[in-house]
T-cell receptor
Framework: GEQVEQRPPHLSVREGDSAFITCTYT??????FFWYKQEPGASLQLLMK?????EINEGQGFTVLLNKKDKRLSLNLTAAHPGDSAAYFC?????????????FGAGTQLIVIP | NSKVIQTPRYLVKGQGQKAKMRCIPE?????VFWYQQNKNNEFKFLIN????????QIDMTEKRFSAECPSNSPCSLEIQSSEAGDSALYLC????????????FGEGSRLIVV
């Protein structure tokens, strides 16, 4: 089945710097990709849903890159601010998962230092 | 602000006790998922429903959990006999469809088994 590996597990950056998080997946048939943000005690908040046909996806203050050849999904928070401090999770749906099950990465705990 | 409503936010149970959690999916979402997030931030899919029907569940859920999504009532997940290893955050999510649709998560029910 699908295996999703997320790096790094912990990341500290200074305010204004970029924060880069990467996930690799194993199933070449994966076709939907997600980034979620989870603040302490809060729900998983959807940052972006990416389709397999789109390699570069711009959000508000971040960019998501999908490299299908390398089976890699990346989240780049540009000019991070303290409000970005949270846990970030990638998630993948593969074509075999017709029932919509997400395969999650292990998460990255991001701290943005003022 | 999460539109998926989970109750209770916290519950503390002794080993062997029943633990029941409820979820009201986002309005108009026929598909409901339950995930377990452990202290290492690892997500485990437990079960999903489309309307009142179970789509898929793992062995553990089949043997030790009782789950349902009755019409016009909250969905529920109940552990029949709590074990220490069940201590985790239980997340409910809903979506418009099972295949490839975005999952929207509730804030979770945190279970502590003492």
């Amino acid at each position: 089945g699908e295996q999703v590996e997320q790096r790094p597990p912990h990341l500290s950056v200074r305010e204004g710097d970029s924060a880069f998080i990467t996930c690799t997946y194993t199933d070449p048939n994966s076709y939907y990709f997600f980034w979620y943000k989870q603040e302490p005690g809060a729900s998983l908040q959807l940052l972006m849903k990416v389709f397999s046909s789109t390699e570069i996806n711009e959000g508000q203050g971040f960019t998501v890159l999908l490299n299908k050849k390398d089976k890699r999904l990346s989240l780049n928070l540009t000019a991070a601010h303290p409000g970005d401090s949270a846990a970030y999770f990638c998630a993948v749906i593969d074509r075999g998962s017709a029932l919509g099950r997400l395969h999650f990465g292990a998460g990255t705990q991001l701290i943005v230092i003022p | 602000n999460s539109k998926v409503i989970q109750t209770p936010r916290y519950l503390v149970k002794g080993q062997g006790q029943k633990a029941k959690m409820r979820c009201i999916p986002e309005k108009g979402h026929p598909v409901v998922f339950w995930y377990q997030q452990n202290k290492n931030n690892e997500f485990k899919f437990l079960i999903n429903f489309q309307n009142q029907e179970v789509l898929q569940q793992i062995d553990m859920t089949e043997k030790r959990f009782s789950a349902e999504c009755p019409s016009n009532s909250p969905c529920s997940l109940e552990i029949q006999s709590s074990e220490a290893g069940d201590s985790a955050l239980y997340l409910c999510a809903s979506s418009l469809g099972a295949s490839g649709n975005t999952l929207y998560f509730g804030e979770g029910s945190r279970l502590i088994v003492v």
